[in-house]
Each structure stands twice: as C-alpha cells, then as structure tokens.
C-alpha cells in the first residue's frame, strides 16, 4: 500500500496528478483506489480553502522504488508504523480508512466504485 500525497496545487482533476506520483516511484502497482474521501483546510497565506481527495495505490510486494531528486530515501512501513510519521491528524485519520476500506488488497462490493485502475 502507498499512501499518495499531493500538495494541493491548484487543478481542477486530481487523478492523473496522483497517478503520475506514484508510476516514477514504483514502475508498476497492482491496484489504485479513490477511498471517496476529501480532505479540506485553510491556506491562510492565500485566503483559500485546499480541497484535496485521498488516493491509495496497492503495490507488489517486491517492486522496486526509484527516487527522484525530491527524495533521498524509500523505506516500506506497516500501515500503523506508517501513520505515526505524519504530522497531521487527517493524514492519520487517511490510514485508517485504508486499512478500513481496501486493507484486505480490494474494496470487496465497493471495488467496482473505489477502483480506479
């Protein structure tokens, strides 16, 4: 499982932008799901409210990360261990819809709503 973070630039179609994170990262993912959950917060700086969905992309287990100049490391992680690196409580919050939604590698009879590719 990857956990797909996008810093909310501005643009009006969010998949592709997640995508194009994850495929540099981990050449081929097995699964990519919307959990079908949004995240909102104020940016004070710029007077506006961010609105960003949640993305989580299922890789093999021996996939091979390539870093690029934006990264010096990779390192696999339990979901919980994972979780408790963020520093936002949604962040968090995004795990566990996770583990609660596709934790098992599908959506079960959500799959055909949730999964995206």
């Given at each position: 499982m990857a956990v797909i973070r996008d810093r909310g630039r501005p643009c009006t179609e969010r998949l592709?932008?997640?995508?194009?994170?994850?495929r540099p990262r981990c050449a081929s993912w097995a699964k990519f799901y919307n959990l079908s959950r949004t995240e909102a917060f104020y940016q004070h700086k710029r007077d506006e409210v961010a609105?960003?969905?949640?993305?989580?992309?299922?890789?093999?287990?021996?996939?091979?990360?390539?870093?690029s100049p934006e990264h010096d490391r990779a390192e696999w992680l339990r979901p919980r261990d994972a979780a408790e690196r963020f520093a936002w409580p949604r962040e968090r919050r995004a795990v566990d819809?996770?583990?609660s939604i596709v934790g098992g590698g599908d959506a079960d009879l959500l799959e055909d709503v949730l999964r995206v590719s």
């Amino acid at each position: 499982m990857a956990v797909i973070r996008d810093r909310g630039r501005p643009c009006t179609e969010r998949l592709s932008p997640a995508r194009r994170r994850c495929r540099p990262r981990c050449a081929s993912w097995a699964k990519f799901y919307n959990l079908s959950r949004t995240e909102a917060f104020y940016q004070h700086k710029r007077d506006e409210v961010a609105l960003i969905p949640v993305f989580a992309a299922f890789v093999a287990p021996d996939v091979t990360v390539t870093l690029s100049p934006e990264h010096d490391r990779a390192e696999w992680l339990r979901p919980r261990d994972a979780a408790e690196r963020f520093a936002w409580p949604r962040e968090r919050r995004a795990v566990d819809d996770i583990l609660s939604i596709v934790g098992g590698g599908d959506a079960d009879l959500l799959e055909d709503v949730l999964r995206v590719s």
